[in-house]
């Protein structure tokens, strides 16, 4: 059966071969933490003796963000490799394709640009998610791309402040906060409520022992 103790012992195991990996509960995030959130964990099933493994990709500024990001998708040990908690060497399979298939992909994205150009042709519609209207909104206001936030806030401003897209109150930040500051290219207004929003989501989640606070993008540009 795949207790807490189980998933626990096997994350502990990894952790304490990677210097960048911080166990939280059944999640596994990966440091440097600064604007993306990357994640390994491990669920439970309807079959007791079968773990459900996932990696997931977020971003800090994303108010509806929790550890396991925007992104969430299962992998499994490989073919005609061990998968369930009874089968010798199950550990050592599920130590393997994380190390040499899911960290190397993780630690790959630590940049707003690596994180929407992950991965591109996936299946499981990563675009459409990333291309959604909440995180057009924020990723192109947290890369600086102002005009294409701008168009896609007022798009939705068109629309009932509650959708199948977005709640109520995903729509009063985008729509009535964050849009009069892209309006009137506020770039230190803009800035302030991103750092606000993504300050709430760290300690919402609870990984702020490990939060790096660091500039966004067009800040760093507009200090040059």
Not at 29 to 44: A, K, M, N, T, Y
Not at 159 to 172: D, L, M, N, T, V
Request: proline share 6%; hydrophobic share 40%; charged share 25%.
């Amino acid at each position: 059966m795949t207790s807490k103790k189980q998933i626990a012992e096997l994350l502990d195991t990894l952790v304490a071969r990677h210097h960048d990996l911080v166990r939280y509960g059944p999640f596994v995030v990966l440091r440097p933490l600064r604007h993306i959130i990357r994640s390994v964990s491990i669920d439970r099933t309807r079959v007791s003796d079968l773990p459900d493994l996932f990696f997931s990709i977020g971003y800090t500024c994303d108010p509806g963000a929790t550890v396991q990001g925007f992104w969430l998708e299962g992998f499994s040990t490989g073919q005609d490799q061990p998968r369930y908690w009874s089968q010798p060497n199950f550990k050592d399979a599920f130590l393997q394709v994380v190390e040499e298939r899911i960290l190397p992909m993780l630690r790959s994205i630590e940049s707003f640009d690596a994180l929407l150009s992950f991965d591109q042709n996936r299946e499981f519609g990563y675009r459409e998610t990333v291309n959604s209207p909440l995180h057009k909104v924020q990723l192109a206001s947290a890369m600086g791309r102002f005009d294409d936030a701008l168009e896609t806030a007022r798009w939705m401003a068109l629309h009932p402040r509650k959708s199948r897209y977005w709640s109520e109150g995903s729509y009063a930040l985008i729509v009535d906060h964050l849009a009069p500051l892209l309006e009137a290219r506020d770039e230190t207004g803009i800035a302030a409520m991103l750092h606000d929003w993504e300050m709430k989501t760290i300690q919402k989640i609870g990984v702020l022992p490990i939060f790096e606070q660091v500039p966004f993008p067009f800040e760093l540009s507009r200090s040059r």
